[in-house]
């Protein structure tokens, strides 16, 4: 009975629409005037929602609109910064729309000066795009550290097929990369975020493909007779570590993508698998079951001959790690009792911090500028995604229709 | 001439400068982003050979949390599909393990692949030629039950044998 009202929402369903809610804001966010930009008011209005949504839902900005305010300036010699300083907001953005293209402004409030002129040149049917490149200008102007607004999230969906989907950071103009009926896992993206990578199982039993994205290309990673999975590139792009079971067991490799040479990293009967590549690319973190249940291990690609160094030791599943965009520590899934959660190491501290607490949480992916992580959750046995930044808020992108997972974050593409 | 010339600008650039010294100045063109949707065509004939082959050898064995070895019942099993395989020489199987939602998905794909590897080694130690046995994995990809209790994952944690 359950399977046939299953299937019928299914069949209804072409896209899984993602729409982001915010669940939990930060405690003292950023107080940011944003009137309406002056020229094409069709467009101005539009930039402005978008420019907002992305503003709260980063959980750091609390937004005042015109209607918030005492005075709307509409030039920089206008501007009462009492009026501002009043209902205590910290920044004021104004623009201006010529021919598509945007110049805007931010005043702080504080020091009664413009602190930046920034101009955007738009291009046809972007203005989506427009907008996220202008809120990451104020988001960098005012926190310091570059917005994330105008990145992309790789994510596979199921439905009646599967699909490999790339949608905007806040969930929005969702595409379809590719369509199958078998299984797709484990996308990524290459460092320029021009090509991904990811499991296919459409030719009977996982292989790894890389495809370019603007124009569909694709092939597989490397011709091998046995499985490959775990696909993860190396910073500089030039290569991709994999999982090859040509050794009758999981075993991590490196491709030299130019001349699809294969170096062997590492050597146990037990699984080695989930590699990712440390910032600078001097390091692999791999998942291994070598010391009886999956724990998460370090290996050195400077050093001559390295041993695998174990780096996790709380608790009996530690798996997927992947490095912080700085260095400072590693993202994982951490099983504590029953339940899988995300968790959080850094090098200089010797306790697990949980970032979630779910019971099925897994595939967590961190944002380029390493503030956000955004994971998979399951909702009464349907996958959808989450986020929880490193500020504290949390938020959801549920599907409003099929089994989402397995999010991947795309570097910066300003 | 031209060095005077040159160096009125470079003055005028620095007095720019300093006239907004913690004024941040910026210029970008928005990224296209174009995207193609690309068909993946199967070239998966699992079911074709499912047909095709005698279902004699037809089993499924289980298996427990994050474990790969076989149990007693497991062994019950597979020595009726060793009774099969040795009474039709001509059969040829697939075996294709599987695991449980539970934990990450690559590493459920490989403990998906040693559940598969070990009754592969089980059936070549009873006397099953090696090259009439393919392995492979699914992970937790095709789940056949699909509740979020012991009861479903305990029938996920499988290797079919087809």
């Not at chain 1, 501290?349 to 779910?358: D, G, H, K």
């Not at chain 2, 174009?34 to 037809?58: G, L, P, R």
């Not at chain 2, 998905?105 to 080694?121: C, F, I, P």
Request: proline fraction near 3%; aromatic fraction near 10%.
């Amino acid at each position: 009975m359950k399977k046939i009202f299953l299937l019928l929402i299914f069949s209804n369903s072409i896209f899984s629409e993602l729409i982001l809610e915010i669940t939990e804001g930060t405690e003292d966010p950023y107080r940011v005037a944003i009137l309406p930009f002056k020229g094409d008011k069709k467009l101005s209005s539009e930039l402005e929602n978008i420019i907002i949504n992305n503003l709260k839902r980063s959980g750091e900005f609390y937004v005042f609109q015109a209607s918030d305010l005492l005075s709307t300036p509409d030039k920089e010699e206008n501007i009462v910064f009492n009026d501002f300083k009043i209902l205590n907001v910290d920044y004021l953005v104004m623009g201006n729309i010529t021919n598509g293209d945007v110049v805007y402004e931010i005043y702080d409030i504080g020091k009664r000066s413009k602190v930046r002129s920034s101009t955007v040149f738009g291009i046809p049917n972007k203005n989506r795009q427009l907008a996220h490149y202008i809120s990451d200008g104020i988001y960098e102007e005012i926190t310091g550290i570059p917005g994330i607004s105008s990145t992309k999230i790789l994510y596979v969906t199921q439905e009646n097929k599967y699909r490999l989907m790339v949608a905007d950071a806040d969930g929005e103009n969702e595409q379809i990369l590719l369509e199958s009926k078998e299984p797709i896992i484990s996308p990524s993206w290459s460092p320029d975020s021009r090509q991904v990578a990811y499991v296919s199982f459409e030719t009977g039993m996982a292989k790894v493909f890389i495809q370019n994205i603007a124009t569909g290309e694709r092939s597989v990673a490397i011709e091998n007779s046995s499985q490959i999975s775990s696909p993860a590139w190396s910073p500089d792009g030039k290569f991709l570590s994999l999982t090859l079971f040509q050794d009758g067991n999981a075993e991590i490799y490196i491709l030299n993508l130019r001349n699809k040479n294969l170096t062997r990293l590492t050597n146990h009967y037990s699984i080695d698998t989930e590699s990712s590549w440390s910032p600078k690319g001097s390091k692999i973190m791999f998942t291994s079951g070598r010391s009886g249940s999956p724990q998460l291990y370090e290996l050195d690609l400077k050093k001559f001959n390295s041993k695998p160094k174990r780096i996790s030791f709380d608790g009996n599943y530690n798996a997927k790690g992947s490095y912080l965009p700085d260095n400072e520590g590693i993202v994982f899934v951490h099983r504590s009792n029953t339940n899988f959660q995300i968790a959080m190491k850094y090098f200089d501290e010797n306790f697990v911090r949980t970032l979630t607490e779910a019971k099925m949480d897994e595939s967590p992916s961190i944002s380029p500028n390493g503030n956000v992580i955004v994971y998979a959750i399951k909702d009464d046995g349907m996958g959808l995604l989450a986020g929880v930044t490193l500020s504290g808020a949390k938020f959801r992108l549920p599907a409003t229709k099929g089994s989402v997972r397995e999010p991947s974050w795309s570097g910066y593409l300003r | 001439m031209i060095f005077s010339k040159f160096n009125i600008s470079f003055l005028f650039i620095i007095i720019f400068l300093s006239s907004c010294s913690s004024m941040n100045v910026t210029e970008e063109t928005v990224y296209s982003g174009d995207v193609k949707t690309v068909q993946a065509s199967s070239t998966d004939n699992e079911d074709i050979s499912y047909d095709s082959q005698a279902i004699f050898a037809n089993a499924t064995v289980y298996f427990d949390f994050d474990k790969t070895n076989l149990t007693s019942k497991s062994l019950q099993t597979l020595k009726s599909v060793v009774d099969a395989l040795n009474d039709n020489s001509k059969l040829n199987i697939v075996l294709s393990g599987h695991a449980d939602e539970r934990g990450t998905r690559e590493y459920n794909l490989a403990l998906g692949q040693r559940r598969a590897d070990t009754v592969s080694q089980y059936l070549i130690l009873n006397g099953v030629e090696s090259n009439r046995i393919i392995t492979k994995s699914y992970g937790e990809e095709r789940p056949i039950a699909n509740g979020q209790d012991e009861a479903s994952y305990a029938k996920n944690r499988r290797v079919q044998i087809n």
